[in-house]
């Protein structure tokens, strides 16, 4: 990743843009992989801020919220009967590299979409719902955790004028917890808990630098 973000060759390779600053928002769904049963898909919200700090490299800082949740029934751990259901309260920066084509080399058409890749940090505010064994009876397990959150992923930008950008961007999300389901070590947890993302969002240029 540091590769991409700082390889001067690939950088200058770019067209140069005036800097910008972006407000950014958009919507989308999660699959997570925690130690109770199955994920299935949950929503995902999105909204932050990014500035350009050169044509190819990008800083921003995003608020997130991910309803997470899996259950036990119909996965080996059947008998057990679990279910969980966590709001994931995300904060978190992350840096940017993103290609643009030079002007010249291609279609118009093709010249408005932007390749990127990025890399984030970030915490998550944890809080649990679960339901206990065989009653289905749901308990608010305790009150709200924190755990560290590091992100990798990848989109794919279209712009749609001068200043909106349509894009698509899914990433893995990778913590050191092991209870982002509301089970730790001392119980069914196996590993470390990860959940993927997959968000639409809309970018607004709010200020130019020329």
Do not use: W
Not at 88 to 111: D, F, M, T
Not at 178 to 190: A, H, K, M, P, R
């Amino acid at each position: 990743m540091a590769v991409f973000l700082f390889n001067p060759a690939l950088i200058s390779a770019q067209h140069r843009r005036d800097p910008r600053l972006l407000i950014e928002g958009g919507f989308g769904v999660n699959l997570s992989y925690f130690d109770v049963g199955g994920g299935t898909p949950g929503p995902s919200f999105q909204g932050g801020a990014s500035f350009d700090l050169h044509p190819n490299l990008r800083l921003g800082a995003s608020v997130s919220f991910h309803r997470t949740r899996g259950r036990d029934r119909g996965t080996l751990n059947e008998d057990r009967n679990y279910a969980y259901s966590s709001n994931l309260k995300e904060v978190g920066i992350r840096a940017s590299y993103c290609y643009k084509p030079p002007y010249r080399s291609q279609h118009p058409v093709l010249r408005r979409f932007e390749p990127r890749a990025y890399a984030g940090l970030g915490i998550l505010q944890i809080q649990d719902i679960k339901n206990s064994p065989l009653t289905g009876r749901t308990l608010k397990d305790r009150p709200p955790d924190i755990a560290p959150v590091f992100s990798l992923g990848a989109g794919l930008a279209f712009r749609l004028n001068k200043d909106l950008s349509l894009a698509m961007e899914g990433g893995t999300n990778l913590t050191t917890s092991d209870y982002l389901e509301g089970f730790g070590s001392g119980q069914f947890s196996t590993s470390k808990d990860l959940f993927h993302s997959l968000i639409v969002k809309l970018s607004y240029r709010v200020e130019s630098f020329e």
